[in-house]
């Protein structure tokens, strides 16, 4: 295999690309934290209720965050489409995968709320704390719920993103956390003649802001001159075996490489639940921050998957090589900056999701406290690594490579970060600090396993199209 690693070509090379790549990506990475900010507003709000309150929710997120990777991962291959039919300039193509899609992200919404509604007898079976079980399942009903309009917001925002009109997703989970939050407080704490629900009152307001997200997201591109030719003539007759099949193909594997990263920290929130009440709210805070920071590398991914998609369209592949490392680099600067706030601020920050001042709860809280911190240690490493693995996912999302990389990231997270995690946590002294090591591990092997493919397969491009 012969390619350029970043060293040899001046750097210049990848740093004059940053601009429009931030340019593109920031609309992405705040739209990313809306969904975020959902998970964090809930945690920090109901966190307040308790230690318990948060463990519950922890575990009813972990079986939604399964289903949500399912659908966000399938979602993404309509964008590497899009923005291949918009290098073509085919509006007949760009719509055929708009209308596809959205039937799609929609049966698959539904779909998934159905599997976790029907799977949710398990929870009884996972060695979890009997009364954070018990809190946890009407909580988990409601957000499973939820996924049906954030599937289908996703078949919307994937078109808009794969047309490099990136702002529409931004707005919509701008105004969803609005209301999530003006819901959260009056539905948590039953103000202003609301009813007080407690934690309920934060999965109420996750379904009623979602549902308004699609509303939105529908008549914005409705309503926008440039889309309109996107929405007409949409028929379900006209929906066809050979664009679905397409769709699947890449979606499929899409889905399943997310699934498999969340399935791992999944996994590790079930170890630290094994492990005790603590170990789980202290995993749940960390991941929390953990997955804020990843974001805006996540952001960063989508947006180089629009322009190698594009790219790919225009058939400039050595343009194409340039924009992925440009991404690469940007992602290791922006997560190296997060690792050090997390470093200067890992005794901080677990305060903010708990009431230190409670004096009931003060052992349990101090406690959690003290894990929390070590984990943050942590996670200021390995998510280095996480921005590495989902730029590269991205870009090679962007050539529509998914298969071999859907086997690349299994290998990664459930052949060597999962055992790890086990061996650690549940044999040694290291508990909750030992599931965490394991997930660096398999963040670690992700990222230099999907880094050598990207580069193998885009110099590939660059030698056959001389």
């Given at each position: 295999m012969e390619f350029l690693p970043l060293p040899a070509m001046k750097l210049s090379i990848y740093t004059r690309e940053f601009k429009e790549n931030i340019k593109l990506a920031y609309p992405i990475v705040l739209g990313m934290l809306g969904h975020t900010l959902v998970a964090i507003v809930d945690n920090i709000m109901v966190g307040k209720l308790g230690a318990i309150e948060l463990a519950a929710v922890s575990l009813a997120n972990s079986f939604v965050f399964i289903g949500m990777s399912l659908g966000i991962g399938f979602s993404t291959a309509l964008t590497p489409l899009i923005a291949e039919a918009d290098g073509e300039n085919s509006i007949v193509k760009g719509r055929s995968v708009f209308h596809h899609g959205l039937v799609l992200c929609t049966i698959l919404g539904l779909t998934l709320f159905g599997i976790i509604y029907l799977a949710k007898p398990l929870i009884v079976y996972m060695g979890q704390p009997k009364e954070v079980v018990e809190l946890a399942k009407p909580f988990l009903d409601l957000v499973a719920f939820s996924l049906i309009p954030l599937i289908i917001f996703q078949g919307y925002k994937q078109f808009a993103d794969g047309k490099s009109a990136t702002k529409y997703g931004m707005w919509a989970n701008l105004l969803c956390n609005v209301i999530h939050l003006f819901l959260n407080i009056v539905l948590i704490n039953g103000i202003w003649g609301f009813p007080k629900l407690g934690m309920l009152g934060a999965a109420v307001g996750t379904v009623l802001s979602r549902i308004v997200m699609v509303i939105y997201i529908h008549f914005a591109l409705k309503n926008k001159k440039k889309f309109k030719p996107y929405f007409e003539g949409f028929s379900l007759s006209a929906i066809g075996k050979t664009m679905t099949q397409k769709i699947i193909s890449l979606g499929l594997p899409s889905a399943m490489q997310m699934f498999f990263e969340v399935a791992l920290f999944t996994g590790a929130i079930w170890l630290c639940g094994n492990i005790g009440t603590t170990s789980q709210a202290a995993n749940q805070i960390a991941l929390t921050l953990a997955t804020f920071t990843f974001m805006f590398v996540s952001g960063l991914g989508v947006a180089g998957m629009i322009r190698v998609g594009n790219q790919k369209g225009i058939q400039d592949y050595r343009k194409l090589q340039i924009i992925a490392?440009?991404?690469?680099?940007?992602?290791?600067?922006?997560?190296?900056?997060?690792?050090?706030?997390?470093?200067?601020?890992?005794?901080?920050?677990?305060?903010?999701?708990?009431?230190?001042?409670?004096?009931?709860?003060?052992?349990?809280?101090?406690?959690?406290?003290?894990?929390?911190?070590?984990?943050?240690?942590?996670?200021?490493?390995?998510?280095?690594?996480?921005?590495?693995?989902?730029?590269?996912?991205?870009?090679?999302?962007?050539?529509?490579?998914?298969?071999?990389?859907?086997?690349?990231?299994?290998?990664?997270?459930?052949?060597?970060?999962?055992?790890?995690?086990?061996?650690?946590?549940?044999?040694?002294?290291?508990?909750?600090?030992?599931?965490?090591?394991?997930?660096?591990?398999?963040?670690?092997?992700?990222?230099?396993?999907?880094?050598?493919?990207?580069?193998?397969?885009?110099?590939?491009?660059?030698?056959?199209?001389?």
């Open positions: 490392r440009s991404i690469f680099l940007l992602a290791i600067l922006v997560q190296g900056f997060f690792a050090l706030v997390f470093v200067a601020t890992h005794q901080f920050l677990p305060e903010l999701f708990l009431n230190a001042d409670d004096a009931l709860k003060f052992k349990d809280n101090t406690e959690v406290i003290l894990i929390a911190s070590h984990l943050i240690l942590i996670a200021a490493v390995f998510q280095i690594f996480d921005g590495i693995q989902v730029t590269v996912l991205g870009a090679l999302r962007g050539i529509q490579d998914v298969k071999i990389p859907m086997y690349l990231t299994f290998v990664a997270y459930w052949i060597i970060g999962f055992p790890i995690s086990i061996y650690l946590g549940k044999y040694t002294s290291l508990k909750a600090i030992g599931v965490w090591i394991g997930l660096l591990a398999g963040l670690v092997a992700a990222a230099l396993f999907l880094y050598i493919r990207f580069e193998k397969l885009s110099t590939i491009m660059i030698k056959n199209n001389k």
